[in-house]
């Protein structure tokens, strides 16, 4: 079974760019959640989608935005990038919807996309 | 704020002898405590998982306490292998969501 992969697999912008980052889940698993990972803060999330729907946010400004398509497939999008967007990217998915107490539905990781800003 | 910390951020074990890498959570909502490894150039991989209603996992060499009074975990790998060398992410997981409060990682070194 392919794991979750990520494209492109590293990418240089410049300031007040902006960049579109892909990300495709296992398959059959509908939730896919982002996040970005910096030396001083580890991995912050930054959003979550299920069944084409964005189900939680995390607290990043409005220049972040996703979305999901019909197959799982899943973008995310930088608008006018600075210089502390330079991050690796994480995408993970998961196979199904919420988990109650005392289960978790285990997340998968993709390998990153590392997003360089100068 | 960060609401899974990780203090230290790296570790330096001798093969064979145990590794014990600590994290500190100030959310008690949090309900499922996860520990995650990564090696560089890949994306993080799940190595094992505790609920909050128990206070010890264990997996192989791989064990996870939790201590619910103090807000603490710590994963302990016995006996440590050089294969162990990576970063060591704590997370954890609020009840009704998918997302993950992770740590800033320790860096684990398993000397031969």
């Known amino acids: 079974k392919a794991g979750v992969t990520q494209t492109p697999r590293y990418l240089i912008k410049t300031r007040g760019q902006q960049v579109t980052l892909s990300c495709s889940p296992i398959?059959?698993?509908?939730?896919v959640s982002w996040y970005q990972q910096t030396p001083g803060q580890g991995l912050q999330f930054l959003f979550e989608?299920?069944?084409?729907?964005?189900?939680n946010k995390g607290n990043f400004p409005g220049r972040f935005s996703g979305r999901q398509f019909s197959n799982s497939r899943s973008e995310m999008n930088v608008s006018t990038l600075e210089l502390g967007d330079s991050a690796l990217y994480l995408c993970?998915?998961?196979?199904?919807?919420?988990?109650?107490?005392?289960?978790?539905?285990?997340?998968?990781f993709g390998p990153g996309t590392r997003l360089t800003v100068l | 704020d960060q609401q899974v910390k990780q203090n230290s951020p790296s570790l330096s074990v001798q093969e064979g002898r145990i590794s014990i890498l600590n994290c500190d959570y100030t959310n008690s909502m949090f309900d499922y405590f996860l520990w995650y490894k990564k090696y560089p150039a890949e994306g993080p991989t799940f190595l094992i998982s505790?609920?909050?209603?128990?206070d010890k996992n264990e997996d192989g060499r791989f064990t996870v306490f939790l201590n619910k009074s103090a807000k603490h975990l710590s994963l302990h790998i016995v006996p440590s292998q050089p294969g162990d060398s990576a970063v060591y992410f704590c997370a954890a997981r609020v009840t009704g969501a998918n997302n993950l409060f992770f740590g800033t990682g320790t860096r684990l070194t398993v000397i031969p």
């Open positions: 993970a998915s998961s196979l199904q919807g919420l988990a109650g107490g005392g289960s978790y539905n285990e997340q998968f």
């Open positions: 505790i609920s909050s209603i128990k």
């Open positions: 989608y299920f069944s084409e729907t964005q189900r």
């Open positions: 398959s059959g698993h509908r939730s």
